[in-house]
């Protein structure tokens, strides 16, 4: 009886790690058997496979409990053996609770008492509480000496834990294609013993190395595949959750990685992983950073610091340091950083194994160092950082590249400083060029932020207007330049997309009935993100070449009698370039947050006027208020260059706040065309013909598919002639608004054709109609997402047609009209990269939109578009006709002249095909 409970704890135990809950249950039953026969051998083995149990399922109080007890009966029983096994899995949950102290207590007395494999795996244990512990040069010493020892003995579990742990050192250690060949052999030992839930490990330590090397699509390809395995192995999302963070920031997504590292932390602090929370929040401080939260920042680094403390993590606690340093820098509050105590802390960094944080240690110091006239100190301190441009990650090189040009400034050769600029551009450009998703390009375009910054201060130092437009140029909306991302062909996610707008439907539906749509909306949110995901993983190699700014000869000539404004911001100054007659000249404008005030003004009173049910006297203060604002601004913003511009018409390229400013309502703009584009290089291709990365317009669809657009599910479906080729065919889409129809139906009218209305404007009806032809003319619902701006949309007949889906059209039309809400309306991200309607239909090789960044009310915007489309019938261009139609309502009725001041023309002037 007794050797046959000794056998079944031993199940136990060996369930343990591969299916924790039946190995918990079978082990209390063990025990009881144990108790009752008085077998302490017995007892001592169910107690550990209990605590390895609770511990894989992060329940780590229970999981001490256990393990101390299993301590207590193999004393009982007399075995060193079995209270050293014993002691060496407690000392891995010790570490895990942050009590690193006492884990080492427990490991080293293990060790005294085992030798052979059973010494290997209390080796390799130590070794992971060395991990942890930031020694990494000790922890990959202990993996090495102990995994020839468990491969002799056959110990496949032990050597896929190890080679599982090492993969992810040597990922640290930036030495990948040895992180790659240990987490491969992981994935095949997990597989050959069956064990899914470190087959879920390998996948997350395999997205955490592709996310340090840079790639990732593949990151995230991994991650996914561990998020799947957690509903079936009921493991806790802590880690995932700090993962996902982790990847997030690594593309500069600092929102949703913000979200996602404070998931983490009150994840972990519900599964009692204390000693996992101060990574998370160096990554909360990171993302906040660059959020501009340096607040925010600076306590969470201080938090982490004290906990890496606690836990005798010195490494870490130098990472925090450095990030508690760089908040005190950036905020300047009293008392000054001290220089000492940044350099200080750079050979610790460096030992850990931490190229990237250590040069992040020298730039702050640099940078302290210059600012105090210590320039030598400076030198000295950069030389090390700049040669890290020719090895490591992409990232990695270009910071090393953005320290060999602040060394050549110290040196005053600024033509060097400016080629080494260009240098570490080259490089992030390449690597943005392999994303395959629209919104990880653009997101990804911040880490080009401080490169692009440092070479428009030394143009702006030069006050040559020629190099700062260049440089104006090559920070703004460059991932709109590169070949289009297109959503992938998968009969998967157009199942997805398909259910995504019946659920978008069943809301609306549910909305006008009075339903609660709780469920419906947590559903949509569901598939947006598995969509986005999804998309994100895809990769797209594309040749980086094609995002060279337009020189000024060039867009002077295609200009002609036009006026070009390009608006920067310089350290927290407005500045405008003025093109106008072949000359470029550079003018001062005012702080940039006094310009983002005044547009706030104008736009919250422009949506207070266009309100139909706004009382009277709300709408006279309004108007007062936003005649004051619109002077004030015209003033501010076109005062300075008011000779350059005489009554030309205007192309402007906003910054920042004025990425949403109705320009027709300042008085100089009154009656006078104006075009707005996210780039001048982005507007002089509209203007000029040739689409992204040198393409036509036309984006041929893939191989035997050219006669090929999509169905309402995505799907490509059977279309009729060569959509490559230009058409003279005019779409006219109304639905969903009270005058959608009559809208739609009275401009079909003008153009000759049959409109898309009702249950027919479906969202494959509609793109199939938009595929080829010359103009397409939407009134329909509008709704911008900020948080997920690809998910911004027009609410058709069987739910929205998205961005994704836009993305998805061979052809775009040549000239768009859209008749909603907010939809010229972008969402602004670091280095003026803008996503939205508007902004993708432009890169994609749309010429001109006619879309409005305020709400507009339905009634009031009929009689405008179709006055608007009688002009352009006549020939006049699209600027010039938006311009005269907002002319003519401006002294009309308070309520219309608003709605018609909304609405921008996006791109080139040009008459309808």
């Not at 987490?183 to 997350?204: G, I, P, T, Y």
């Not at 401080?450 to 020629?466: F, N, Q, S, T």
């Not at 329909?780 to 949309?793: D, E, I, K, T």
């Amino acid at each position: 009886m007794a050797e046959s409970t000794i056998l079944d704890a031993r199940e136990a135990l060996r369930l343990a790690d591969s299916e924790p809950q039946r190995a918990a249950s079978l082990g209390a039953a063990v025990l009881r058997t144990a108790r009752a026969e008085r077998n302490p051998e017995a007892a001592a083995v169910a107690e550990r496979a209990i605590g390895l149990a609770a511990m894989h399922v992060a329940d780590l109080d229970v999981a001490l409990r256990h393990l101390r007890s299993a301590i207590r009966w193999a004393g009982r029983a007399g075995s060193a053996l079995l209270a050293a096994e014993a002691r060496m899995t407690l000392a891995f949950v010790l570490n895990r609770r942050g009590r690193s102290r006492a884990a080492l207590r427990e490991i080293d007395t293990a060790l005294l008492d085992l030798t052979g494999v059973p010494h290997a795996r209390a080796e390799a244990q130590r070794g992971a509480i060395m991990h942890q512990l930031g020694r990494f040069d000790d922890a990959l010493a202990s993996y090495r000496s102990s995994l020839p020892a468990l491969r002799k003995g056959d110990d496949h579990l032990w050597t896929l834990r190890v080679l599982l742990n090492r993969g992810l050192l040597q990922g640290h250690r930036q030495d990948f294609a040895a992180a790659q060949a240990d987490l491969d052999e992981a994935m095949d030992l997990s597989a050959r013993l069956e064990l899914k839930m470190f087959a879920a490990f390998v996948h997350q330590n395999l997205a955490e190395v592709h996310a340090l090397r840079g790639d990732v699509p593949a990151a995230l390809h991994h991650l996914g595949q561990a998020e799947n395995l957690v509903p079936e192995l009921n493991f806790k999302t802590g880690p995932l959750l700090a993962d996902r963070s982790r990847l997030l920031l690594s593309v500069r997504l600092t929102a949703e990685a913000r979200e996602a590292a404070e998931q983490a932390i009150t994840a972990f602090e519900a599964e009692h992983r204390r000693s996992d929370i101060p990574e998370v929040r160096l990554v909360l401080a990171r993302a906040a950073v660059l959020d501009g939260d340096t607040t925010t920042a600076l306590t969470q680094a201080r938090l982490a610091g004290r906990e890496f403390a606690r836990q005798g993590r010195r490494q870490w606690s130098t990472a925090a340091r450095l990030m508690v340093l760089s908040c005190r820098a950036a905020l300047g509050h009293p008392p000054a950083v001290r220089l000492n105590e940044v350099e200080q802390l750079i050979p610790a960094l460096e030992a850990a194994g931490w190229p990237a944080v250590a040069l992040e240690a020298r730039l702050l110091a640099a940078r302290l160092a210059r600012e105090r006239g210590h320039h030598d100190r400076s030198h000295r301190l950069l030389r090390p950082g700049a040669a890290l441009r020719r090895r490591g990650t992409a990232v990695l090189r270009a910071r090393g590249w953005y320290a060999e040009a602040q060394l050549r400034l110290l040196d005053d050769n600024r033509r060097g400083a400016t080629a080494a600029v260009r240098a570490g551009l080259r490089i992030l450009d390449e690597h943005r060029a392999t994303l395959g998703a629209t919104d990880l390009r653009a997101h990804a375009s911040g880490h080009r932020l401080e490169l692009v910054e440092l070479g428009l201060h030394i143009a702006m130092d030069e006050r040559r207007p020629d190099r700062v437009f260049r440089w104006a140029e090559r920070g703004r909306a460059s991932h709109l330049l590169l070949s289009p991302a297109r959503p992938p062909e998968d009969p998967i996610v157009a199942d997805a997309v398909a259910e995504l707008r019946a659920t978008a439907a069943q809301i609306r539906s549910g909305h006008l009935a009075g339903r609660n749509v709780t469920r419906l909306v947590q559903r949509q949110i569901t598939l947006e993100r598995w969509i986005r995901d999804y998309c994100r993983m895809q990769r797209q190699d594309v040749a980086a070449d094609g995002i060279e700014p337009v020189g000024l000869p060039g867009l002077a000539g295609t200009l002609g009698d036009s006026a070009l404004l390009e608006f920067l911001a310089h350290d927290g100054m407005l500045y405008v370039l003025a093109v106008s007659g072949g000359r470029c000249v550079l003018r001062a404008v005012a702080p940039v947050a006094a310009a983002g005030h005044l547009v706030d003004q104008v736009t919250f009173t422009l949506r207070r006027l266009s309100h139909p049910t706004a009382r009277p006297a709300s709408r006279e203060a309004a108007a007062r208020l936003l005649r004051a604002a619109a002077t004030a601004l015209d003033d501010m913003l076109l005062g300075p260059v008011a000779a350059e511009l005489g009554d030309r018409a205007l192309v402007v390229i906003p910054t920042g706040p004025l990425q949403s400013l109705p320009w027709s309502v300042l008085p100089s703009c009154a009656g006078r065309p104006v075009s707005v584009a996210p780039s001048a290089t982005l507007w002089h291709r509209a203007a000029t013909g040739p689409g992204p990365a040198g393409e036509s317009h036309s984006i041929a669809p893939p191989a035997g598919d050219r006669d090929q657009a999509l169905d309402n599910a995505g799907r490509h479906i059977r279309f009729a002639g060569d959509i490559s080729a230009p058409t003279g065919r005019r779409v006219i889409v109304g639905y969903g608004l009270p005058g959608a129809v009559a809208e739609a139906e009275s401009l079909a009218a003008l153009h000759g054709t049959q409109p898309i209305t009702g249950a027919e404007a479906t969202v494959g009806a509609v793109t199939r109609a938009m595929n080829g032809a010359s103009l397409a003319h939407i009134a329909a619902h509008g709704r911008v997402q900020p948080s997920n701006p690809l998910f911004s949309s027009l609410m058709l007949s069987d739910g929205p047609l998205t961005v994704y889906d836009m993305e998805r059209l061979d052809r775009v039309p040549a000239t768009v009209i859209l008749a909603a809400c907010d939809t010229g309306r972008t969402v602004v991200h670091a280095g003026d990269e803008v996503l939205g309607i508007s902004a993708t239909l432009l890169s994609r090789g749309a010429r001109q939109i006619v879309a409005s960044v305020v709400p507009v009310p339905d009634v009031q915007t009929r009689p405008m578009m179709i006055a608007l489309h009688e002009l352009l019938l006549t020939g006049v261009a699209v600027p010039n006709a938006l311009a005269e139609i907002q002319k003519r309502v401006a002294g009309e009725d308070g309520t219309a002249a608003a709605a018609a001041a909304g609405f921008v023309c996006v791109g080139a002037a040009a008459p309808i095909a």
